[in-house]
Structures are given as structure tokens and as C-alpha cells.
């Protein structure tokens, strides 16, 4: 892919296999048309880094209401107390307790699928960026679907996945845990099933994408699981391919969007103190998959 400049606006291809840098445009001051172009960039390329950006909470959430309604995340404990569409998304620790949710998305996933309306778009600043770990990966689910052989492709015609955040029902879960009494946590905490179309297509690019995920894909409908547990696997090794794969190191001033619709993202982790992490995430509510 070659470069495209828009008037000040420079869209730069960041790898094979997705995503794309963004350059020159000030996120929080952006007319119509630039906010336009930016968003079909967004629905191209699945995820975009706008450099050099520094949107404080309410200016972030100014930019991420220009996409649509804000979604809120279903646990208020590390919402912004003032500005409570912003999630903090950090490594601190302040007097033994952790300011913003330390280990977000450690599995491969989609933004909130485990809801009737998935999210559209999250939106992620950069606030404090460690010199070694805290990437993020995302991966091509358009590319995913594309790829799948016809016999693959031809037994997932027409399924619906059930999504639960329930990572005590989650057959895939290693019981790995922050929490206490995780199954206590996840069964209280957890909103009833949601039900997906295990390809989905965009409502803007017409493009069909897997939509299915490790983290909140837990069986099939009426399928029963000896039958519906191998075929999720078949389409997770077939996602589990670097070929998809863009692998992002944060540069400081990183305002990070992307489309869930089309891709699943993995916090890659490995921040060590003293060094922190922290991020900014505003989610985007969408329409229900179909
Ligand atoms: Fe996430």
C-alpha cells in the first residue's frame, strides 16, 4: 500500500497485515472533513496510532463522542471519578492499591462482545509509556475469515457464538487471576450471555470478519460443547498466525483507535516496577452484529 496525503493529514501503512500511523493532525481540533477521512482511515486500516496527541480525559471524550455513544465499562471501579466515560488502564500502585485496571485484556479479544452491542471503536492515549514492555498486538480478523479453507468456511456458515466475560465458564481459561475468589468475582460480576454471529459483516466496508475470541467466546448455539469445542478450536489455531499480526511498541503522544468489529487486540504485558503503564480508554458503542 502507498501513502496517502490529505492535506496536512499523512496516512502511513504500519505493517502487512493491519494498522496504519497517522501524522499531522491534532486529534482534539479536527473540522469535519479531516474527522471524515480520519474515520475511513480507521474502517481501512482497522487500527490507526495518531502521533503526537495529548488529549486530556475531557477532550478525549469531545474526539470519541464525534464516533458515535460512549459505552461504559460494566465495572465502575476504575472509571475516571469525574470524567467517568474515560477507563484508566494502569500499572501504579498507590497505598497497596492499583489506581486503573492492571492487566486489561490479556487474552486475545474483541471490546465488550460479551454484550448485546458490541463495541464500535476504543480509543486508547497514551498517558505514561514504559521504556520495556506494555505492547499491544492486533490481529486481522477480515484477513482471518478470508483465509479459512472452504470446508471451514462452509461449517460456519450461518452459527451464532455465545460470549460471556464468565472466565469461570471460559473451557480456555488457565485460572490465572487477580482476584481473590475469581469464579465468586465472574459470576457476580458477569452480565447475562450475548449471542453473535460468528462472521460478521461491516456496516460501512461491507467486508465479512471472524468475530469470535479466546477471551469471551465460550461455546455455540445449539451446538452441543463435544462438537462446538474443536470447531472454536479449529478457528482459533487458524487465527493464531503472525501473518495477521500487527505488533505495536508505543511511542509517547500514541492516541491509538481501533475498529473491534475487525480485529481482536492482546495486551502483550511485561511491565516491571518501578516502570509504569498507563492508558486512557474510551469505548464506542456499536450496532448489533448481524
Ligand atoms: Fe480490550
Redesign the pocket.
Given at each position: 500500500m502507498s501513502e496517502v496525503v490529505t492535506s496536512e493529514m499523512v496516512v502511513r501503512p504500519l505493517s502487512d497485515a493491519m494498522g496504519a500511523e497517522i501524522i499531522g493532525v491534532d486529534a482534539a481540533n479536527m473540522i469535519d472533513a479531516d474527522f471524515e477521512r480520519l474515520r475511513d482511515a480507521l474502517h481501512e486500516h482497522i487500527m490507526l496510532a495518531v502521533r503526537d496527541q495529548a488529549l486530556d480525559p475531557a477532550s478525549q471524550t469531545a474526539f470519541a463522542k464525534r464516533f458515535g455513544e460512549i459505552q461504559y465499562h460494566i465495572n465502575s471501579e476504575y472509571k475516571m471519578k469525574d470524567q467517568p466515560e474515560v477507563l484508566i488502564l494502569s500499572t501504579e500502585v498507590v497505598d497497596g492499591k492499583n489506581v486503573g485496571i492492571p492487566d486489561?485484556?490479556s487474552d486475545w479479544?474483541s471490546?465488550h462482545s460479551y454484550v448485546d452491542r458490541p463495541t464500535a471503536y476504543?480509543i486508547l492515549q497514551s498517558v505514561v509509556v514504559p521504556e520495556h514492555g506494555g505492547d499491544t498486538e492486533w490481529t486481522n480478523m477480515v484477513m482471518a475469515y478470508e483465509t479459512l479453507s472452504d470446508d471451514l468456511k462452509a461449517r460456519i456458515e450461518g452459527l451464532i457464538g455465545i460470549h460471556s466475560f464468565n472466565r469461570a465458564r471460559n473451557p480456555r481459561w488457565s485460572r490465572v487471576s487477580r482476584h481473590k475468589d475469581p469464579d465468586e468475582y465472574y459470576n457476580r460480576v458477569s452480565p447475562p450471555d450475548a449471542f453473535h454471529p460468528i462472521v460478521r459483516t461491516h456496516p460501512a466496508t461491507g467486508r465479512k470478519a471472524l468475530f469470535v475470541s479466546p477471551r469471551f467466546t465460550i461455546g455455540i448455539k445449539e451446538m452441543d460443547d463435544t462438537e462446538a469445542q474443536p470447531l472454536l478450536d479449529a478457528l482459533f489455531a487458524h487465527i493464531d498466525n503472525r501473518d495477521f499480526v500487527y505488533h505495536h511498541k508505543w511511542r509517547p503522544g500514541d492516541l491509538v483507535l481501533w475498529d473491534n468489529r475487525q480485529t481482536l487486540?492482546l495486551?502483550c504485558g511485561g511491565v516491571k516496577p518501578p516502570e509504569v503503564r498507563r492508558m486512557h480508554r474510551t469505548t464506542v458503542l456499536g450496532e448489533i452484529p448481524a
Open positions: 486489561a485484556g479479544h471490546d476504543t487486540h495486551a
